[in-house]
């Protein structure tokens, strides 16, 4: 069985560009969720998908935004780069019921310079 | 903002000694869970433990739950250079809702 995966792995973007991130889940689960880990702040919550749905956000500006897709892949989108969005950007799926963890992708690289 | 806080931020052993660190959280929870990541990679997924459970076993790992203190442990038993990651600690406070981390123990086992 094929685990989370995320694209592309590393990237370089210029302040005030846009970004598209890209994660697959393990096949069956609905639900997405994207973090960022910055350097000195730890695993942040972003954003929670479930069945096309945004179901939850964490505090973080409008310039972040994602979408899930009916295949339950998903995109993370930042825009306006700034250089303190340079980060490793992580992705999970979790399968149902209450006793299931969250299987995290390798995560995104993303240096802003 | 971070539920949990852990406890040491980093710890130093040798090869075959057990490392013990702690997580600290703030709110109800329906389950902890702990995860291992590898040079800022990805995070794998150790062990997860309910709200109504005290202490739970897999292989080399021990992880237990005093929720009147909002507190867990997680012994690793045995040590291997293998082991050596950073450990995070993360709380759901409703299945399936989110989950929030502590700030990570960094863990070197030296040969």
């Known amino acids: 069985e094929a685990g989370v995966t995320q694209s592309p792995t590393h990237l370089i973007k210029t302040r005030g560009q846009q970004v598209t991130l890209r994660c697959s889940p393990i096949?069956?689960?609905?639900?997405v969720y994207w973090y960022q880990q910055a350097l000195g702040l730890g695993l942040q919550f972003l954003l929670w998908?479930?069945?096309?749905?945004?179901?939850n956000r964490g505090n973080f500006p409008p310039r972040f935004s994602g979408r899930q897709f009916p295949n339950y892949s998903s995109e993370l989108n930042v825009n306006a780069l700034e250089l303190e969005d340079s980060a490793l950007y992580l992705c999970?799926?979790?399968?149902?019921?209450?006793?299931?963890?969250?299987?995290f992708g390798s995560g995104t690289r993303l240096t802003v310079v | 903002s971070q539920q949990g806080e852990e406890d040491p931020q980093a710890l130093s052993i040798q090869e075959g000694e057990n490392a013990t660190m702690n997580c600290s959280y703030k709110t109800s929870i329906n389950n902890l869970q702990w995860y291992r990541q590898n040079s800022g990679r990805g995070l794998v997924h150790l062990i997860l433990?309910?709200?109504?459970?005290r202490e739970k076993h897999s292989g080399r790992l021990r992880v237990t739950l005093d929720t009147s203190k909002k507190s867990s442990s997680l012994l690793i038993t045995a040590s291997r250079a293998a082991d050596t990651a950073s450990y995070f600690c993360?709380?759901?406070?409703?299945?399936?809702?989110?989950?929030?981390f502590g700030g990570g123990t960094r863990v070197l086992v030296k040969p």
């Open positions: 998908y479930d069945e096309g749905e945004e179901r």
């Open positions: 433990i309910r709200s109504n459970e």
């Open positions: 096949s069956g689960h609905t639900s």
């Open positions: 999970a799926s979790r399968g149902q019921g209450p006793d299931y963890g969250y299987t």
């Open positions: 993360a709380t759901d406070k409703a299945a399936g809702n989110k989950l929030t």
